[in-house]
Every structure is written in C-alpha cells, then in structure tokens.
C-alpha cells in the first residue's frame, strides 16, 4: 500500500476538521503559520495542503480574508429546470427541509390569477427552511391549488423533494418554470432564519411552475442568502 504524502495527510486531516463542522462554511481559516505550528508541518506543506483543497472546491482564498471555507451554494444549470433537493444532490450536499408553516387558506386575486383558479379557492400554503449539510440555505414559499395537492395534507413534508413528492402522490410533474430573479436586503425575520445579518443581501426567486399541459401548478417565492445561490441562463440575441 502506497503511504500518503505529508501533504495528502495534512489535506486529509484539514478536510476532516471542515467535514466535522470545527471550520464552518463562510468562517475564514488561522493563519498558515498556525496551521503549520498546531500541525506540526512546514508553512509550505500546509500551503501546498490549502491548494490542494482549493482545487476540490473545499476552500478558498481572498487578499481580504486569507484561506477560508466557502459556503456552500446552489443553482441550477443553464436551461436546466431542477428542485432544491435536486441541485444539492448533484453537487455532492445532503439537502434538508424544515416545514414552518402548512396552511389551507383562500387564494387572494392576484394568487388566482397567477395559477389560473377562481378567487377564492383553497391553496395549500407551504413554507418551508430549506438547508444543505445543516447550513439554512432558502426559504421557500409555496402555493399549490388544494385541489392538486390534497394528498399532501396527510403527508410530512420535512427533509423531502417537493416535486417529487407533488409527482408521487398527487401524479402532478412539473414540466417548465417561469422564473425571476431580483436582489432585496434580508428581513430581521429572514436573517434569523438564515443565520445573516439583518440587511445582509439575499437573492429572491418567483416562480410559477406548469405542467406538461401548460397548466400552472405551483406559485413559489424563494428568498435565497446571497452567498449560497447563483443562477445561471442562456441568453441568445434577438435575430
């Protein structure tokens, strides 16, 4: 058996320590000297260490901050219609959900509207803190006609796909996303559920999703931090 490297120990170890949560994401790192002096390692070792990791996408470096663990982000790719749980799986993160609140109520006007119901029709309201490996990430806001997702009602809703669920037990499958995006300041709601700063930018999606018919099924609103989101499109001149 090949014996590792000084350098592929100390890269182990330090993956180890931001794996265990002793360095958590968007904290910045000690200093190289403290890193080489508590790992009794050269300076250049664990610089070699801190750029091995680098290259794994498991920290990063700044002029400002020094060597530091990125929080971790999601976001679909161009032209590519995923869930949350979707995105945080195909980057290697383990997706959660929290429900906060579930709630049948009324549709407003504009709500109807937008999902093509009478005014006044029962909605399922879902609200629900969205994490990956249990840094809070999002906070989604969904309406659904009861009339689609009745069978959720009986359903926990915790730490599971919504879309897949909607598809699973209502046989309702999102097929296209109208989807926008602006940037706005976190509420001190917000930010404590995000675990930010009150004002510190998030990024808040809406979304009417519609199935293979057209027909409108879901209303979202998404309030993402905004170190931990990044959108992505194609976008092609007007001929």
């Known amino acids: 058996m090949k014996t590792p490297t000084i350098t592929t120990r100390v890269s182990r170890e330090l993956g180890t320590a ?6 958590q994401p968007g ?9 080489a002096e508590s790992m009794h390692v050269s300076r ?4 070699m260490a801190l750029e091995d990791l680098e290259r794994q996408g498991r920290v990063a470096r700044s002029p400002q901050r020094g060597w530091f663990v990125p929080s971790p982000t999601v976001g679909e790719p161009p032209s590519t219609l995923q869930s949350f749980t979707e995105m945080a799986r195909q980057r290697g993160h383990h997706p959660t959900a ?16 937008s999902l093509g119901i009478a ?3 029962e909605i399922l309201e879902l609200v629900r803190l969205r994490g990956m490996n249990a840094t809070p990430i999002c906070v989604d806001r969904n309406l659904i006609p009861l009339s689609l997702s009745q069978p959720l009602l009986d359903r926990d809703l915790n730490d599971v796909s919504l879309y897949e669920s909607l598809q699973t037990f ?23 559920l995000l675990h930010i700063p009150q004002g510190s930018p998030v990024l808040v ?19 993402y931090r905004g170190d931990a989101y990044r959108f992505h499109a194609d976008l092609y001149r007007a001929e």
């Not at 904290?27 to 890193?35: A, D, Q, S, Y």
């Open 18 to 23: 931001i794996n265990h949560g002793i360095y």
């Open 98 to 113: 929290q429900v906060l609140e579930a709630t049948v109520r009324s549709a407003t006007f504009d709500e109807a509207g």
């Open 170 to 192: 209502c046989s309702v499958s999102i097929y296209r996303s109208a989807y926008s995006v602006q940037a706005d300041a976190a509420t001190a709601e917000m930010a404590g």
């Open 27 to 35: 904290t910045r790192l000690p200093g190289e000297r403290l890193l």
């Open 205 to 223: 999606g809406t979304e009417i999703a519609y199935d293979r018919a057209g027909a409108a099924v879901l209303l979202g609103l998404n309030t």
């Open 44 to 47: 250049s070792t664990i610089r």
């Open 119 to 121: 005014p006044g029709a």
